[in-house]
C-alpha cells in the first residue's frame, strides 16, 4: 500500500513517465482486443495490391504481397508482447530463486550462483540468445527460453544484492527468533521487501526481450514468415527502402521503437520513484 501511493505521488509529480504508461496500457489493449476488430486478414495475399502506399482503407500501405500492414502490426504486438512477458517472467523466477539463495546463504551457494552468472555474462547475450535457438531450433518456445536464459543474470544479481542488504535486519532477526526458518523467512519476510526492485528489473529488460527476439526473427532466427512479428516485417521492408517503398518498413519499426522506449522510460521513472521512498 506504502508503495502504491508513493507511485500514485510520484506518476502526479512525473508526467512523462504516466504518459508512457497511458502508451504501454494502450498497446496492451491492442495486444488483447486488435485482432478482434482488425478489418483484414494478417495472411491474406491481394497481388493485385502489392506495394501500395498508406490509404485511408490501409493505415500503414500494403506490402509486397499485398497483405495489410496495419493489421499485421496489430496481431505482432499480441506474439511480441507474449515473447517478452513470457522470457521476463521465466527469467525472473529463476534469476530470482538463484540471487535468493546466493544472497541469503551466502559462502559455497553464493560462490556457485555467481559463476553460473558469471558463466551466462561471459558470452555476447545476443551471441548467446543465437547459438541457443540454432541449436534447439527457431520455435516460438526456444526464442522465449533462450531470452529467458540471458536475462537470467540481471535478476540474480539484483536479488542477491537484496538479500545481502536486507539479511541482517532487525525484522529478519525477529522472524528468526520467532522460530521460522531460512527458507519461510526468505519467502516470507525477505523476497516481498524485493519485490519492487524486480518490478523496475522486469520492466527495463522487457524492452530488451522484445528488440532480442525482433533481432532474432530479422536474421532469420526468430518466428518464421508468414506469422506477423516485428522484425520480419522490418526485414521484408528494408529491401524496398531504396525504391521508394518506406513504410513496409517504418511503421513496424516505429512501433516496436515506440514500445521498448516506452518501457525503458517507465523503469526509469518507476526506479526513481523508488530511489526518492528509499532515501526518505
Request: net charge neutral.
Amino acid at each position: 500500500m506504502e508503495f502504491a501511493a508513493t507511485l500514485q505521488n510520484g506518476l502526479r509529480r512525473d508526467p512523462l513517465t504516466a504518459t508512457t504508461m497511458a502508451i504501454i496500457a494502450i498497446i496492451c489493449l491492442v495486444a488483447i482486443f486488435g485482432p478482434f476488430v482488425a478489418s483484414h486478414d494478417p495472411l491474406a495475399t491481394n497481388p493485385s495490391m502489392a506495394l501500395k502506399p498508406p490509404t485511408w482503407e490501409h493505415p500503414c500501405g500494403t506490402d509486397q504481397v499485398g497483405r495489410d500492414i496495419c493489421t499485421r502490426i496489430v496481431y505482432a504486438t499480441r506474439l511480441d508482447l507474449l515473447i517478452a512477458l513470457s522470457a521476463v517472467g521465466l527469467g525472473l523466477v529463476i534469476g530470482g530463486i538463484i540471487g535468493s539463495l546466493a544472497g541469503f546463504f551466502g559462502g559455497i551457494v553464493d560462490r556457485l550462483a555467481m559463476w553460473i552468472v558469471d558463466t551466462i555474462m561471459a558470452f555476447p547475450l545476443f551471441v548467446l540468445a543465437m547459438g541457443i535457438v540454432a541449436a534447439l531450433g527457431n520455435s516460438l518456445e526456444n526464442i522465449i527460453y533462450a531470452t529467458a536464459i540471458v536475462n537470467v543474470p540481471f535478476y540474480a544479481r539484483t536479488m542477491r544484492a537484496e538479500m545481502k542488504q536486507r539479511r541482517e535486519m532487525g525484522f529478519v532477526e525477529a522472524a528468526r527468533v520467532s522460530g521460522n526458518g531460512p527458507f519461510r523467512i526468505l519467502a516470507v519476510h525477505l523476497v516481498p521487501t524485493a519485490v519492487p526492485q524486480l518490478m523496475i528489473q522486469a520492466t527495463l529488460t522487457m524492452g530488451w526481450a522484445m528488440l532480442n527476439a525482433a533481432a532474432l526473427s530479422f536474421i532469420g532466427l526468430g518466428i518464421r514468415p508468414p506469422t506477423p512479428e516485428w522484425g520480419i516485417m522490418v526485414a521484408e521492408g528494408a529491401s524496398f527502402i531504396i525504391t521508394g517503398e518506406w513504410w513496409v518498413a517504418l511503421f513496424p519499426g516505429i512501433t516496436l521503437v515506440l514500445v521498448v522506449l516506452s518501457l525503458n522510460l517507465v523503469g526509469d521513472g518507476l526506479r526513481d520513484v523508488l530511489d526518492a521512498r528509499e532515501r526518505r
